[in-house]
């Protein structure tokens, strides 16, 4: 039974930081890639950052310089680090895995992680 299970969400002032984590089991971890998405009201649902099997990130460009994602594959978890956060990054956080390989695709989501930037 795949879980992806999210947490560290909060209410934090503009300006401030927040770790999110991600852990997940029943996938072999180190083999999918990790995702962090977000989604505000009213607005559909975007990736935020992701990282690769081998370690590459990538990001979104409102995000670049301010987030940090990270993986440890020995706990199968993933990390998303918020500096400075902005009132506009108010949103649920969702972590993903997903997984390719050749026509087939593999691809699990957690329940999702409130982030409310506010004064």
């Known amino acids: 039974q795949v879980q992806i299970v999210a947490s560290g969400g909060g209410l934090v002032q503009p300006g401030g930081s927040l770790r999110l984590s991600c852990a997940a089991s029943?996938?072999?971890?180190?083999?999918?890639?990790m995702n962090w998405y977000r989604q505000a009201p009213g607005k559909q649902r975007e990736l935020v950052a992701g990282?690769?099997?081998?370690?590459?990130?990538n990001y979104a460009d409102s995000v670049k310089g301010r987030f940090t994602i990270s993986r440890d594959n020995a706990k199968n978890m993933v990390y998303l680090q918020m500096n400075s956060l902005k009132s506009a990054d108010t949103a649920v956080y969702y972590c993903?895995?997903?997984?390719?390989?050749?026509?087939?695709?593999?691809?699990?989501w957690g329940q999702g992680t409130q982030v409310t930037v506010s004064s």
């Open positions: 029943g996938i072999t971890f180190s083999d999918y890639a």
């Open positions: 993903n895995a997903d997984r390719k390989r050749d026509s087939l695709k593999w691809s699990y």
């Open positions: 990282i690769t099997s081998g370690g590459n990130t």
